[in-house]
């Protein structure tokens, strides 16, 4: 059941992204829908189980540990390099979840623009890194 759920949250977690940032960007056009609220609602089970998901994962990263190799300390590019998954990963669930919390969509366009570039830097990185994976 474990791996369910944190495979689930792992597959749903750019599909309810992009849905998010789509209901953000046009929330002015789709305010008066009446099916608004069933939206909204799809948005907080699908990141209901990814933070649930998350939270089962955290003492099991094995999947970052295989790029793990013994590191100088002044090697920090390298190190970078190394862990740049987690951290791209860690910025944009912290900055999403920011942007939820406060409401930036309604503040300001620029915070959407933001959210946006995070999003595409986290699909590229993706994208990428599976590219690479069925290289080889």
Do not use: H
């Not at 069933?38 to 790029?67: A, D, H, M, P, R």
């Not at 920090?76 to 987690?86: R, S």
């Not at 990963?89 to 309604?106: E, G, N, Q, R, S």
Request: glycine share 4%.
């Amino acid at each position: 059941m474990k791996k369910f759920i944190v495979r689930f949250g792992e597959k749903i977690f750019i599909p309810s992204c992009a849905l998010f940032i789509a209901y953000c960007i046009f929330y002015q056009y789709i305010a008066d829908l009446p099916y608004l609220f069933l939206v909204k609602l799809v948005l907080l089970v699908s990141f209901v189980f990814q933070l649930i998901g998350w939270i089962i994962n955290t003492g099991n990263s094995s999947k970052y540990e295989s790029n793990k190799q013994n590191l100088t300390k002044n090697n920090i590019i390298k190190n970078f390099y190394l862990k740049a998954g987690q951290i791209i990963t860690i910025v944009f669930c912290c900055y999403f979840a920011v942007y939820l919390i406060l409401m930036l969509d309604k503040k300001s366009i620029l915070y959407n623009y933001l959210v946006l570039f995070l999003f595409g830097l986290l699909l590229g990185y993706r994208i990428a890194n599976k590219k690479n994976s069925l290289k080889e």
